[in-house]
T-cell receptor
């Protein structure tokens, strides 16, 4: 049981480039989310999905797109990378009575 | 809006108790959580408390919840060097919503 798998682990982009961060879970969870982690700011919610075909914005959605065509996959797209998007990105899936979130290992993104 | 606050750093000696504090604003949260993040890794659920409880004990961990003051604390007894990590307080929002609000994280350093 792999849990939540994120790829890549590290990425360097030039300003203006686009890319997709991949996230897959094998726990059949309906709820998935993307966070970014910045020093001194904790984790901030970018986008989330309550099931296949349904997505919504979180606290900091600007510059990011998501889609949820299957229960398993929830990719995050950076449309035109900016240095302000340098961060560590975490994908999580959540389900159950106590709403435990299971996190991927993170993607460390640097935009130069 | 909702906000969760924590102090950024805590340093303790091995064998002492650690107390990490958190204040939150959303009184509708069903659960409150403590997540642990080790270097280079994602977050893992450490413990949680249901909102109608005052205290929960789990081996070396004690969680105290003061709903009147919206204050949550995590006590780690007999702190070990392996406890060095970042600890995040989080609230889940109202029942059925998985939109976590995370604190800024407290970096615990355990001195040998």
């Amino acid at each position: 049981n792999a849990g939540v798998t994120q790829t890549p682990k590290f990425q360097v982009l030039k300003t203006g480039q686009s890319m997709t961060l991949q996230c897959a879970q094998d726990m059949n969870h309906e709820y998935m989310s993307w966070y970014r982690q910045d020093p001194g700011m904790g984790l901030r919610l970018i986008h989330y999905s309550v099931g296949a075909g349904i997505t919504d914005q979180g606290e900091v959605p600007n510059g990011y797109n998501v889609s949820r065509s299957t229960t398993e996959d929830f990719p995050l797209r950076l449309l035109s990378a900016a240095p302000s998007q340098t961060s560590v990105y975490f994908c999580a899936s959540t389900q159950g009575d106590r709403a435990e979130a299971f996190f991927g290992q993170g993607t460390r993104l640097t935009v130069v | 809006g909702e906000d969760v606050e924590q102090s950024l750093f805590l340093s303790v000696r091995e064998g002492d108790s650690s107390v990490i504090n958190c204040t939150y604003t959303d009184s509708s949260s069903t659960y409150l959580y403590w997540y642990k993040q080790e270097p280079g890794a994602g977050l893992q659920l450490l413990t949680y408390i249901f909102s109608n409880m005052d205290m929960k004990q789990d081996q070396r961990l004690t969680v105290l919840l003061n709903k009147k003051d919206k204050h949550l604390s995590l006590r780690i007894a007999d702190t070990q060097t392996g406890d060095s990590a970042i600890y995040f307080c989080a609230e889940s929002g109202a029942s059925g919503t998985y939109k976590y609000i995370f604190g800024t994280g407290t970096r615990l350093k355990v001195l040998a």
